[in-house]
C-alpha cells in the first residue's frame, strides 16, 4: 500500500516533517498528537484514534516507519494523519516539531506523551543531559509547553502522560544520576517525573478547561523497547492502548493517575508540593522556558 501511494503521487518520501495525507485536517475533526506514534504503543494509539475519524500527528525519529502510518491510516479512510520527524534526544528538535505544529495547525485537541526510551548504560542527550530523563521526560515538559496555544484553542482539550508503575523517587542533588548510576533507577525517575508534571500541570491550568492525565498503560507490553532490552513480554500491545484510550476518555479529576483501566494513588513524592515546585524550577531552567 505505501508503494502504492507513492506511485501515485499522493504520499512525498522528500519532505519528511510535511507529508500529508490529507493536506489539512476538516474542521469537525479532532486533531491528536501521539508522540513516538511510529512503533508499539503509539502506533496502535494513531490507528485507533484515527478509525475514530480523527486526524492523527504522527511522530518518530524514523521517516521511512513515520510515513508507513500514515500510509495505513489513509488505506483505512477513516482518519487521517501527518509525520512529523524529531529526535527527542536534542530540546532543540522538540521546539522545532512544535514550531512547526503551531505552524501548520490552529488547535490541538489532545496531546499523547508517549516517546519514550530505555537505556542500559548511562548516556547524555544533546544537552548533556542523562539520556531518559531527557527523553522520557524533559521532551514532554518542553513539547507540553510548547504547544499549550493549541490546546487552548481546542475542543475538550486533553493531555495524556504515559508513565510507569515503576518509580523512583528524584534526588535532587543528582537528578542527572552521576552516582549509582542504573537503567531501572533513570526509568523509575524519569517516569515518577511525569507523574509529578501531570499534578503540577493540572493545578497550572485549572479553569482552562485543559485535562491532564497520568497512567501506567500495561506492565512489559510486546513492543520492540521492551523486547530490546532483553525482557519477555507479559502483556500486550492492544492492553496498554485500552488503558490510554480510557484515561483519554475518563471523567476522573485533571491530575489524576491510573494502572490499567483503574484509578491508583500515584507514589507519595507525586503528593509533596515542595518536590513537585523543585522539579518544576529545575526543568523550566533545563528547557529554557525560564
Do not use: C, W
Not at 524519569?190 to 506492565?219: N, R, Y
Not at 471523567?251 to 503528593?271: D, I, K, W
Request: charged share 20%.
Amino acid at each position: 500500500m505505501l508503494a502504492a501511494l507513492l506511485a501515485l503521487g499522493l504520499l512525498s518520501m522528500t519532505n519528511t516533517n510535511a507529508s500529508v495525507q490529507p493536506a489539512a485536517p476538516t474542521a469537525s475533526q479532532r486533531i491528536a498528537l501521539v508522540t513516538g506514534s511510529t512503533d508499539g504503543l503509539g502506533r496502535e494509539l494513531a490507528r485507533r484514534l484515527a478509525a475514530e475519524g480523527a486526524h492523527v500527528i504522527v511522530h518518530g525519529r524514523n521517516a521511512q516507519r513515520g510515513q508507513a502510518v500514515v500510509a495505513e491510516i489513509a488505506a483505512a479512510g477513516k482518519g487521517s494523519a501527518r509525520f512529523y520527524q524529531a529526535d527527542f534526544a536534542s530540546l532543540a528538535e522538540v521546539r522545532r516539531l512544535a514550531a512547526d505544529i503551531r505552524r501548520d495547525y490552529p488547535r490541538l485537541d489532545l496531546l499523547v506523551n508517549n516517546a519514550g526510551v530505555i537505556v542500559p548504560q548511562r548516556q547524555l542527550s544533546q544537552d548533556g543531559y542523562e539520556m531518559q530523563f531527557a527523553v522520557n521526560y524533559l521532551a514532554g515538559f518542553l513539547l507540553t509547553h510548547q504547544v499549550l496555544p493549541l490546546l487552548e484553542q481546542g475542543t475538550s482539550p486533553r493531555i495524556i502522560n504515559v508513565s510507569s508503575i515503576a518509580a523512583s523517587p528524584l534526588d535532587f542533588s543528582d537528578v542527572m544520576l552521576e552516582r549509582g548510576y542504573t537503567s531501572g533507577r533513570a526509568y523509575g525517575q524519569s517516569k515518577l517525573a511525569q507523574v509529578l508534571f501531570t499534578v503540577d500541570l493540572a493545578g497550572e491550568l485549572q479553569g482552562k478547561g485543559i485535562v491532564v492525565q497520568a497512567l501506567h498503560p500495561a506492565t512489559y507490553m510486546d513492543t520492540t523497547m521492551v523486547r530490546s532490552n532483553g525482557t519477555t513480554p507479559t502483556s500486550t500491545v492492544e492492553e496498554g492502548a485500552d488503558a490510554v484510550m480510557n484515561a483519554i476518555a475518563t471523567r476522573e479529576p485533571s491530575g489524576s493517575y491510573f494502572v490499567g483501566m483503574r484509578l491508583r494513588a500515584p507514589h507519595p513524592q507525586a503528593a509533596d508540593a515542595e518536590a513537585r515546585r523543585q522539579l518544576r524550577e529545575l526543568s523550566r531552567k533545563l528547557t529554557g522556558l525560564n
